[in-house]
């Protein structure tokens, strides 16, 4: 199904990028007001705060719950920054909008279960505000998208999604696997859904915040979701993701900001070249396929399995090598020629079953 979307409609000086900004959790009143205030000095017009702070594992900070809301309101009143928090139940929504909570997200646990996300759905029914969607902790694009389709269905149509990476269980630089090419297919799918980039969550440390936020600006995401402390430190919870706002206004003012529509003469030709590329790999593909068949024939007519897996190894490694000495990574390789060899394996089985 479409998506009916209406615009945002929250200030920005620019219209790339939109920046969200302010601590994970909203630990004190104090603090709370001295980061809001840092960051309206230095021109941000969207801050953020966790109010409920779901934790992995029980015994750690998690929110101040209701508590915190009128330090919300107060920000806003004193700063006329509009305030955003994540909400995960019916009973989050009611509060946040009680006390005047401008902007709502929905965390990436939350968005994995179609059970949460219709019941905060139910409680959204008939409320305009605008309501952004983190991806689920797994890599699963159709699962976003079916949680922003239960929100439109309740008519929420001031809709954007929160690129926040994905979990996984290797070790690795990221604090969450960026996978760029969930968040490119979900703008190739609803190019005119608002897309953020969440770059704390996916670095997990403070000095990948920069990289990431220009390679989301380099990939044409509409805007930033950053934790900004006022003394990051110290922080109550995700202290080594969150910088000052003295370093996110450092951070914003090196960003390049590309032209998203400009196309000249040299990227059309480029482009053209890219295309006649493309047809001769289809053109490969085929002849390569055609011969995959003429395998599983002879494999059915001498009685022999279609997996061969000392062949696979042997397909694999040799790519892999030859993937690094044309500058390709040799893990890149390895995905194109496991699913070129599921599909050979895939008509193979159909000529052996026939």
Avoid at 57 to 73: D, V
Avoid at 94 to 105: F, M, N, Q, R, V
Avoid at 265 to 287: A, F, S
Wanted: proline share 6%; glycine share 6%.
């Amino acid at each position: 199904m479409e998506l009916e979307l209406e615009k945002l409609n929250l200030p920005s000086d620019n219209e790339r990028p939109f920046v969200i900004a302010g601590p994970c959790s909203a630990e004190t009143e104090e603090q709370v007001m001295t980061t809001a205030t840092q960051l309206a000095m230095k021109g941000c017009h969207n801050f953020r705060a966790g109010v409920w702070k779901p934790r992995t594992k029980p015994g750690g900070f998690e929110g101040n719950g209701e508590k915190a809301l009128p330090w919300m309101q107060r920000v806003k009143k004193e700063t006329g920054m509009n305030v955003a928090t994540e909400v995960a139940t019916p009973e989050h929504v009611e509060l946040a909008l009680k006390y005047g909570i401008d902007i709502l997200w929905i965390g990436a646990r939350t968005t994995a279960n179609p059970f949460a996300m219709q019941a905060l759905a139910d409680a959204l029914r008939g409320v305009d505000v605008p309501v952004f969607v983190k991806n689920p902790v797994n890599p699963d694009l159709e699962l976003w998208i079916g949680a922003m389709e239960r929100l439109n269905q309740a008519g929420v149509k001031r809709l954007g999604a929160i690129h926040r990476g994905f979990s996984s269980y290797e070790q690795k630089i990221y604090r969450n696997n960026p996978l760029w090419q969930v968040p490119i297919e979900l703008r190739r799918r609803i190019p005119e859904l608002p897309l953020i980039c969440d770059p704390s969550h996916i670095g997990g440390r403070r000095e990948l915040i920069a990289p990431l936020c220009q390679q989301a600006m380099d990939l044409g995401a509409d805007g930033l979701i950053v934790e900004s402390h006022c003394d990051p430190d110290k922080a109550w919870s995700d202290a080594k993701q969150q910088v000052t706002p003295d370093v996110l206004d450092y951070i914003l003012s090196l960003l390049v900001i590309r032209d998203e529509h400009t196309t000249t003469e040299g990227i059309v030709q480029l482009r053209k070249q890219i295309d006649e590329l493309d047809n001769q790999i289809m053109d490969v593909l085929t002849k390569r396929m055609k011969v995959c068949r003429e395998i599983g024939q002879y494999k059915k007519e001498h009685n022999m399995t279609v997996l061969q897996a000392s062949r696979y190894n042997e397909i694999l490694n040799k790519r892999g090598v030859q993937g690094s000495l044309c500058g390709m990574s040799p893990e890149f390789v390895a995905k194109v020629f496991e699913s070129i060899h599921e599909e050979s394996v895939r008509q193979q089985m159909e000529i052996i079953n026939k």
